[in-house]
């Protein structure tokens, strides 16, 4: 997964946002939550219902946090995105909107419109209340803003024994630029997701964004941020990734058993088998997990 070295980066797309210890409750609110939001608190120890409280947004900031900063110093070119993990993010972060601005395009309905990545450290104050980096990576409509700590990638391995790699990160920002891509076209809107359970809404929402992220990958090289196409080891590091957080997964290594009726995110076939069509096909209209069975 090289970069191209001359391609030009815009580090406008992500922002370090600071970072500290909440001063107050966890609020979500309507947040689409990420890859992982729900199930590692299972896997930490902590109780879901303390991370994903539904209290009303802030505009404060967190307590002892750091003001936000940008990043257009240190990454600007392609070279700067194989040696360092911030420019990386900013890298992927550059194709996935690429791709996505190209496909709205195309289909000629309606303008893609940026969101932006936020990095952060511990807590931070989003549109959608203060979060903690335990929730995990997450996409808050209410600003449209990804939020991510990078400690995220780390616990991917350690926590939910994924092997990791650039990829893997790669997967997981496509993923929630999939949930943005939902919000943008009115799917989340139209079909909730707040319910749980194995043939839930918000299964299907999660694994719309896993197919998602797999067309993305299909065309990452068309976008011109690339050297080639990635390598079946790239593609691995992916699956590894979408397969490690299935929610059958995280149970059974959290409690010792699998209850489907807890469900948020789908199996770990289900997470493969869509990142895989995603992938195969190249093509978002292929990525309809809302009809018949998932």
């Known amino acids: 997964m090289d970069f191209r070295d001359d391609v030009d980066l815009d580090a406008s797309q992500v922002e370090e946002g600071g970072g500290g210890f909440p001063g107050g409750g966890l609020a979500i609110g309507g947040g689409v939550v990420g890859v ?3 199930v590692v608190a299972l896997v930490l120890g902590v109780n879901p219902a303390d991370l994903l409280s539904g209290g009303s947004s802030s505009s404060g900031g967190s307590t002892g946090a750091r003001p936000a900063s940008d990043l257009s110093a ?6 700067d995105a194989d ?5 990386r993010v900013v890298g ?3 194709s ?6 190209d496909a709205f395009a195309e289909r000629g309905k309606q303008p893609y419109r940026n969101a932006r990545t936020v990095l952060f450290t511990k807590a931070v104050s989003t549109g959608c209340g203060q979060a903690s980096s335990a929730v995990g990576p997450f996409y808050c409509p209410a600003d449209s803003k990804i939020y991510l700590d990078l400690g995220f990638f780390k616990e991917l391995e350690s926590q939910f024994g994924a092997k990791g790699g650039p990829f893997a990160q790669a997967y997981v920002i496509g993923h929630e630029y999939g949930h943005h891509v939902q919000n943008l ?3 989340t809107r139209r079909v909730g997701g707040d319910s749980r359970g194995a043939d ?5 929402l999660e694994l719309q964004a896993d197919c998602y992220a797999g067309v993305w990958a299909k065309n990452a090289v068309d976008t011109g941020f690339y050297e080639g196409p990635f390598t079946a080891a790239d593609i691995q590091e992916a699956l590894d990734a979408a397969a490690a957080v299935g929610d059958d997964r995280i149970q059974e290594r959290a409690q010792g058993r699998v209850d489907p009726e807890g469900w948020t995110h789908g199996s770990s076939r289900q997470r493969v088998k869509w990142f895989t069509t995603g992938y195969k096909t190249g093509a978002p209209a292929q990525c309809d997990t809302f009809s018949g069975t998932i």
């Open 36 to 38: 992982v939001a729900l």
């Open 74 to 79: 240190q990454c600007k070119k392609g070279s």
């Open 83 to 87: 040696q360092s993990e911030k420019c």
């Open 92 to 94: 992927v972060v550059n």
């Open 96 to 101: 996935v909107q690429k791709y996505w601005r």
């Open 185 to 187: 076209l009115g799917t």
């Open 200 to 204: 839930s809404a918000s299964v299907r």
